[in-house]
């Protein structure tokens, strides 16, 4: 059973449009939250990353929704550049002691100028 | 910014030998881990360490093993590669406050 699951494989927004990238977990121990973007033939880097404590974070055109209660969250991204074109990867960790991470099978975002 | 240098960045390895891919970081971070990732695919993990000369098994180990001399070094060895372990490799080592930084990758393909 995956852990954390994301959607949808693939999204394909205009320049300026807002895009929406889902995810969701099962295990409600997990207790952070990072997303990452990878470019192809390059490692993931971290974007933003949410606590449970908090159901919003913000960081430029980037944010992060969560529902704990649903065991859902999504990143959003406003006015879409070319440039956020990417695969970004939802995933989870439980508590701060291993910090090993658990990754969706990501959402690939093209954006269309 | 965090540094996380791997080596071989590319490989290409035959059915049955041995391989051993090295990662070493200047960050002074307790925690190292192993990821691989498959085309199409998000990461793995495959081993872990929080000290020196300890090493934990993550969430697909079978066929791997992972060695840490030092805190700065840590290795994963193929003793018997296989077809299936045909994949893109990356070492990470995670700062105090939980944010991890992946090194650029290893290319393993096997033949």
């Known amino acids: 059973q995956q852990q954390v699951r994301q959607s949808p494989q693939s999204l394909t927004v205009w320049e300026g449009e807002t895009a929406i990238l889902n995810c969701s977990y099962e295990?409600?121990?997990?207790?952070?939250f990072p997303w990452y973007w990878q470019f192809p033939r390059e490692s993931p880097a971290l974007l933003i990353a949410?606590?449970?404590?908090?159901n919003k974070k913000e960081d430029g055109r980037f944010t992060i929704f969560f529902n704990k209660r649903e065991k859902k969250l999504s990143l959003h991204i406003t006015d879409s550049q070319p440039g956020d074109s990417a695969t970004y990867f939802c995933?989870?960790?439980?508590?701060?002691?291993?910090?090993?991470?658990?990754f969706g099978d990501g959402t690939v975002l093209t954006v269309k100028p | 910014e965090a540094a996380v240098t791997q080596s071989p960045r590319s490989k290409v390895a035959v059915t049955g030998g041995k391989v051993t891919l090295s990662c070493h970081q200047t960050?002074?971070?307790?925690?190292m881990y192993w990821y691989r990732q498959d085309t199409g695919h998000g990461l793995r993990l495959i081993h872990y360490?929080?000290?020196?000369?300890?090493?934990e098994k993550g969430d697909i180990p079978d066929g791997y093993k992972a060695s840490r001399p030092s805190q700065e070094n840590f290795s994963l060895i193929l003793e018997l590669a296989s077809l299936s372990q045909t994949a893109v490799y990356f070492c990470?080592?995670?700062?105090?406050?939980?944010?991890?930084?992946f090194g650029k990758g290893t290319r393993l393909t096997v033949v």
């Open positions: 990470a080592s995670r700062t105090e406050n939980t944010e991890v930084f």
């Open positions: 295990d409600s121990t997990f207790d952070y």
């Open positions: 949410i606590r449970p404590v908090s």
């Open positions: 995933a989870a960790s439980m508590g701060t002691n291993t910090g090993k991470l658990t």
């Open positions: 960050n002074n971070h307790d925690y």
């Open positions: 360490s929080y000290v020196a000369d300890s090493t």
